[in-house]
């Protein structure tokens, strides 16, 4: 059984994978991109991997270099996420992810954070708008 | 999003392959951020890192034959030549050092290396349209100038440096530089350094908000404001604070909030900056350096610590990172005299998050920046978190109690 919510392309692309949740703000330079585990102190996922995950979390942190350092590093070595899905785009986190070609999607409805949970397969489909949930 | 004839044909490539790149790259991001049109912009500040994606994105501009309209001035990498003479710089970070700096000149950047360009080199009027990332640079032009940018990518600004263009969305529309939750400080805050605890303290209860702040002294130093704005950005994400009667779209409450009421009111006491503080500093013990200039230290600042080290001697070396502007004018006033005799000293051009500080990496230093801590837990490198003046006294006895 699967189920559909509309969001809004940020990056394009289409990819499916398995959810993992952060509920802290996220900073791609404090993931070991040797690893794609987050080294960041006191950050919720610290200690996870988020390597071929489709990354949920509401918003960027940290300055404006950062980000594209980090996902280009995590692009490099294949460890970064496979698709980002955000509440609060900002500029840094979208000029990024544009330029490194990491599918974004923002403006999902609340009715999806209420269903998904960590390791649901997720297809991402931010060109047509779509995320759907098929396990 | 309607484009100009001009904008048009740049996306079409009329203008160069590498034009064309910088255009689409702004073309999505407005239709990410529902933007109108485009708006010309007259300065920008590009947030250069000397890392990968940095040096691959502005060679990959320069190779498509890419140059700036609005030069944008730049951050710093590494002082190649200074760092060669006090430890080995490996013939790969020398590369990647040489090849950054020559491609910023062949796009056409300005070549200061400084992250605090906004303090003496680019310095907006009120109501100005720019493009500066860098996240000391995005909040201070906003706030404390009432200039207009919004929080720039590293990439996005080099875009706008091109085209001299930037799409019109977020904080260059009046409506959203209105405040939105009322931050009231009841703790004591009384020097440069309880901006920096401010800072980091807030962002996690601000959620995405513009902040007011009330009850701060009406007579902030600019390196007070500087900390504010660059702490703000790495605890979080904001691109510009309002202080009541002290930043110019706030010389009343009513002012800041645009004749609205605050969405929330959230309070900061003394025991939130000694939380964060205590969170955030590496423990305490022996140390092996002291450093300073995240961002950049002004001649004020530079003048203090020459202060407290006039005629004394440092147990651990001491680095102040500043721009090349106020290296020299730190060398006329004879502080770096002063600093070096003491065994301190100043290095231009250069960011702590740079792999020419390797022979620090796996030791503690002390440091009145918790934006340097926190960049530099990459590079292993362990940091007490003090005010100036216990940083000086730290690096006297070498060690931190």
């Known amino acids: ?135 | 999003m309607q484009l100009t004839v001009e904008e048009q044909e740049m996306l079409d490539g009329k203008y160069g392959k590498g034009t064309q790149i910088a255009m689409k790259i702004q073309v999505a991001l407005g239709e990410v951020f529902d933007a109108p049109k485009m708006v010309p912009v007259s300065r920008t500040h590009v947030a250069l890192s000397n890392q990968e994606a940095d040096l691959w994105f502005v060679e990959k501009l320069v190779n498509a034959g890419a140059k700036c309209r609005v030069s944008p001035t730049v951050n710093p990498g590494f002082n190649l030549e200074y760092f060669q003479c006090i430890t080995t710089i490996s013939k790969e970070d020398e590369q990647t050092i040489r090849r950054t700096r020559q491609a910023y000149k062949d796009i056409g950047a300005t070549l200061t290396f400084d992250c605090t360009p906004y303090l003496e080199k680019n310095v907006p009027r009120f109501g100005e349209i720019t493009a500066f990332s860098e996240s000391s640079a995005t909040p201070f032009i906003n706030s404390v100038y009432g200039a207009r940018t919004n929080r720039e990518s590293a990439q996005s600004a080099l875009c706008a440096a091109i085209t001299g263009r930037t799409p019109l969305y977020g904080f260059l529309l009046d409506e959203n530089r209105k405040g939105q939750v009322l931050v009231d400080v009841q703790a004591d805050v009384k020097n440069d350094f309880d901006y920096q605890l401010l800072g980091y303290a807030v962002p996690k209860k601000l959620q995405f908000k513009t902040p007011v702040f009330v009850n701060l002294p009406t007579t902030p130093s600019p390196a007070a404001l500087m900390n504010l704005g660059a702490q703000l950005n790495t605890a979080g994400n904001v691109p510009m604070y309002h202080i009541v009667g002290v930043t110019p779209e706030a010389r009343t409450i009513e002012d800041a909030f645009q004749g609205d009421e605050p969405e929330r009111i959230i309070t900061i006491t003394q025991e939130d900056l000694d939380q964060v503080h205590a969170e955030i500093t590496d423990p305490v013990g022996k140390i092996d350096f002291a450093l300073f200039g995240c961002p950049h230290f002004n001649l004020n600042q530079v003048a203090q610590v020459a202060e407290l080290v006039k005629g004394k001697k440092l147990e651990v070396k001491l680095w102040i990172m500043t721009s090349s502007l106020t290296k020299e004018l730190a060398t006329r006033m004879g502080y770096l005299e002063t600093l070096q005799a003491a065994g301190g000293d100043i290095v231009d051009d250069t960011c702590m998050d740079q792999p020419c500080w390797e022979f620090l990496y796996g030791k503690k230093g002390v440091t009145d920046s918790p934006k340097c801590a926190y960049y530099t837990k990459r590079r292993n490198m362990q940091f007490v978190i003090r005010k100036v003046e216990d940083c000086i006294e730290a690096a006297m006895r070498g060690e931190v109690s």
């Open chain 1, 1 to 135: 059984m699967s189920e559909t919510y509309a969001c809004h392309k940020v990056s394009e692309g289409v990819i499916e994978g398995d959810v993992l949740i952060s509920t802290d703000d996220f900073c791609f330079y404090l993931v070991d991109p040797k690893t794609g585990v987050v080294i960041e102190k006191n950050h919720c996922l610290e200690g996870q991997s988020i390597a071929d995950k489709i990354l949920v979390f509401p918003s960027g942190k940290g300055s404006s270099v950062v980000q594209a350092d980090g996902m280009y590093q995590l692009k490099m070595t294949g460890k970064g996420p496979k698709a980002l899905i955000i509440k609060y785009p900002d500029t840094v986190l979208v000029a990024s992810s544009i330029i490194m070609e990491m599918p974004v999607v923002d403006r999902v409805p609340n009715s999806f954070y209420e269903q998904v949970k960590n390791g649901d397969k997720l297809r991402v489909d931010a060109d047509q708008g779509t995320l759907t949930i098929l396990s």
